[in-house]
């Protein structure tokens, strides 16, 4: 069966994503598809629709009715699934999405979290060996940025110590290490992106900058009175996950498996992300007090708009995070297309749009 499939696959491009319903993999089947990939997508049984991302592709006739795209009940806490999957769909290239993503959330189901993040990727590695295609399968590893977590060294590189601050970080640290392990044990062509952060109005709403746009948004339209946030002062460096996808492929088409830094080379804080996404909509904001204290007000009517609640601080927080994406650029060709300010504007008025369409949304 597996030697007929791998006929039939001969030159076929074939490609496999983990976490096809969230925000990157959304993307990326998009790219891939694109492209000319049949892209097969892991999914998760849910008690409520859970495939909103990729709707849009179901809806087009060459995708899923086309033959193009591909969903497949599967969870990264179950071996056997993977090892079914990735018999039955030899894939040439696999991209590993599927995480227990929030960093906050990780202190609460933390050893949920290291299933999934670290010894799923250990599933993911042996299920490609079972079916016999460690010598013939590329694998991306989403890797990232919070395995820096304490700052030692600013920008960071691919040479920069690991430091993580979260059970989230510890358990992509494992699966970072297993990656670089299983390409040193067994040859298996496979890399880490260790990617910063990257937003989109598909990002999950529990996110800092999804929050922002939508609370923006809700303000806007009066069906919100305020934003109540956690720590203003931490920064980041955030890309478009469009842009951040392509370099996920770049990865997987080099004649040899290396982890790559992706980032923008920009960092900003939480509090000038506020500010930039209410000045979309011609409101500035000016702040008043310092730490819990601390308030934003619409400098023209004074009305109260953002709150500080302590209920969104992290136990242990990565206050910087700065990339420096030059291997990236040199090696891969890649870069980010899309400015901090241009990000925070499709944001802001992808909300709007969806407010007005669905206050409840
Ligand atoms: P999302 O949270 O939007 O998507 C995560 C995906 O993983 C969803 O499809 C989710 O399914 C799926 N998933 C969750 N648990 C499991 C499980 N047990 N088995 C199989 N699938 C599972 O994350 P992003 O798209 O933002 O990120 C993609 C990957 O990149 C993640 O691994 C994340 O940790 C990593 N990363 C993200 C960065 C970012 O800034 N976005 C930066 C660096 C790394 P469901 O839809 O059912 O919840
Ligand atoms: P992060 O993203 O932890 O960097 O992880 P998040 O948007 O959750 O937090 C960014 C920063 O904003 C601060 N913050 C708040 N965060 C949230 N979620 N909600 C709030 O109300 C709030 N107020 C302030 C946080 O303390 C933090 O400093 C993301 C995820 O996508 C990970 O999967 C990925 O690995 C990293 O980015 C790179």
């Not at 891939?32 to 409520?48: A, F, Q, T």
């Amino acid at each position: 069966m597996s030697g007929e499939a791998s006929t039939a696959n001969g030159n076929k491009k074939i490609a496999l994503i983990t976490g096809i319903t969230g925000q990157d993999g959304s993307y990326l089947a998009e790219f891939l598809i694109e492209k000319g990939y049949e892209v097969h997508g892991v999914m998760r049984r849910s008690s409520s629709f859970n495939t909103g991302r990729i709707q849009h592709l179901y809806e087009q006739p060459n995708c899923h009715t086309g033959g193009r795209m591909h969903l497949h009940y599967g969870d990264l806490t179950d071996t056997t699934c993977l090892i079914r999957i990735i018999t039955q769909t030899r894939p040439k290239e696999i991209y590993n999405l599927g995480a227990q993503s929030h960093v906050k959330v990780s202190f609460e189901l933390s050893e949920y979290t290291a299933q999934v993040d670290a010894l799923g990727t250990l599933r993911l590695l042996e299920a490609v060996r079972a079916a016999g295609l460690d010598k013939e399968t590329k694998i991306y590893q989403a890797s990232t940025s919070e395995l820096y977590g304490k700052v030692v060294e600013v920008p960071q590189n691919e040479k920069t110590p690991f430091y993580p601050r979260s059970p989230y970080a510890c358990a992509k640290l494992y699966g970072y290490w297993i990656v670089v392990n299983y390409r040193e044990a067994y040859g298996m062509f496979a890399c880490n992106g260790i990617l910063f952060n990257h937003e989109s109005p598909r990002r999950g709403e529990n996110f800092v900058t999804r929050k922002i746009t939508r609370g923006v948004a809700k303000i806007t339209l009066g069906l919100m009175s305020h934003l109540e946030l956690g720590n203003l002062d931490s920064k980041r460096d955030w890309g478009h996950a469009r842009d951040y996808v392509e370099a996920m492929w770049l990865m997987l088409q080099q004649e040899q498996p290396e982890d790559f830094v992706v980032a923008t080379g920009e960092a900003h804080s939480v509090r000038e992300f506020v500010e930039k996404a209410f000045a979309c909509v011609d409101i500035s904001v000016v702040w008043r007090g310092t730490g819990v204290e601390e308030t934003g007000h619409d400098a023209n009517t004074d009305k109260l708009l953002v709150k500080v609640n302590p209920k969104y601080f992290r136990p242990t927080e990565v206050d910087l995070l700065l990339g420096d994406p030059s291997k990236a650029k040199q090696s891969l060709g890649w870069q980010p297309r899309v400015s901090f300010d241009q990000l925070v504007k499709d944001m802001v008025t992808a909300d709007l749009a969806l407010m007005r369409r669905d206050p409840q949304a």
